[in-house]
């Protein structure tokens, strides 16, 4: 399929560049927390940076696994509840880094205006599931960064990707 | 031009449609802040959601309005300076909403790939551009959130638009 040729807004390896630079600059947002307070700092009772990133790593891969194999799971945050550590979200970070690499190639020009029913839930085009995916992290990533500014530390530069 | 036989990742039309959804739920917020809180509540120090509107108005319609007359302008949050309450800064919003359809129109889909300096510091892909102005409207509007939180009020449903 040659769809190089034919102007676009947005190639698909350039969406995927897109993702990922969102998906290394929550890394580092991550990486900025202290350990303990990743675990157990929050403002006016909002979920804690490790619940935000609980719900982050629910979605990601798992949803674009399920686009892929057009496999309609629930959501669910059950694969993260046993991590303790920073370092152990970090591994998990990774390894879903990789594994949307490997299911993205599988997906067509055409797949994105096809419509997926994600979790069961929000029946849209599959190009809005991903903006969804990416604005949703970009949202609570916000949030990580008032913490760290609430904690006193500096957060990544917004532009670092 | 015919491009609406070839597939595509997106469209543009429905790019439009995203970003001024995006645009529409950060109006609720705008609304769903109490009129003193909206200048003068902040967290740990960062700015005001004022002082971040200035920001999102000073990014939004002028920037789009330069990529379209291909004209390098530097980024200035001076239109904005004189306005006192929620209500201008609301009727600026959607005087705005209205400048970013009209421009809209004006940009073809070859023009999506093309480099543009934005703001004479930023020189990348016109879509990169465009999704700077959205990632950027979200991240900021993610922290007005936690404002809203640590006031006490419900903000809008993420999904609404």
Redesign the interface.
């Known amino acids: 399929m040659n769809?190089l040729s034919?102007?676009?807004?947005?190639?698909?390896q350039?969406?995927l560049k897109?993702w990922q630079g969102?998906r290394a600059l929550t890394r580092r947002v991550i990486e900025a927390f202290p350990e303990k307070d990743f675990f157990e700092f929050s403002?006016?009772?909002?979920r804690t940076f490790a619940k935000l990133t609980d719900e982050l790593l629910a979605i990601a891969a798992p949803a674009l696994k399920g686009i892929v194999n057009r496999q309609v799971l629930p959501f669910t945050e059950k694969e993260t509840e046993n991590l303790t550590t920073k370092a152990q979200y970090l591994e998990r970070w990774d390894r879903d880094t990789k594994e949307i690499n490997d299911n993205w190639e599988k997906l067509s020009?055409?797949d994105?205006?096809e419509s997926f029913n994600l979790f069961g839930q929000y029946e849209f085009p599959i190009?809005?599931n991903i903006?969804y995916f990416?604005?949703?992290e970009?949202?609570?990533?916000?949030?990580g960064?008032?913490y760290l500014?609430?904690l006193?530390i500096e957060p990544p530069f917004?532009w670092e990707r």
């Open positions: 769809t034919v102007p676009q807004v947005i190639s698909t350039d969406l897109h969102h403002i006016a009772g909002m020009i055409e994105f205006s190009i809005q903006f990416i604005d949703n970009v949202h609570h990533r916000g949030q960064y008032v500014r609430a006193g917004f």
